[in-house]
């Protein structure tokens, strides 16, 4: 089965939880995984599926335990063309920088020869107050073909 590295970038929580219930749904599948809080390249297997789950901060800016992973990317620039990565955003639509702050994660990795894997999904806390099933049914679509 497939190993999977699970990016969370969270400031309440929220995106932590919905990682967590993702984790056990892709292991619940034999699907090993690792969640990251405060990931680090060298900690990271470029090879694998980067699961990116993250919510916005401020004005459109990733949360701060996230935040030195993106600038050790930008800084490092390094080779990403075996990596394939999903995001799961999370925000509030009410802000007019709804689910801007993984963008810019999702922007620098694709710099660096990261490939989309799926579609991604943009959970409004606005109209799913409990983000963990709407990611939990995109989840769903297409975790058999892992």
Not at 7 to 16: D, K, P
Not at 37 to 47: A, I
Not at 74 to 84: E, I
Not at 126 to 134: A, F, L, N
Request: proline share 6%.
């Amino acid at each position: 089965m497939a190993k999977i590295e699970l990016i969370v970038g969270t400031t309440l929580g929220s995106a932590e939880y919905v990682a967590d219930e993702l984790a056990a749904q892709l292991e619940a599948l034999d699907h090993q995984t690792q969640v990251h809080l405060t990931p680090e390249l060298s900690d990271l297997d470029p090879k694998c599926l980067w699961l990116i789950v993250s919510s916005t901060h401020g004005a459109g800016d990733l949360p701060d335990n996230i935040q030195p992973f993106y600038e050790e990317i930008v800084a490092k620039n390094p080779d990403l063309s075996r990596t394939k990565y999903a995001l799961c955003a999370i925000g509030d639509s009410s802000y007019d920088t709804f689910c801007q702050g993984p963008e810019k994660l999702i922007e620098a990795i694709e710099n660096c020869g990261a490939q989309v894997y799926v579609d991604k999904i943009q959970i409004d806390v606005q109209y799913d107050p409990i983000p963990e099933e709407p990611a939990q049914a995109w989840l769903s679509i297409w975790q058999d073909h892992l």
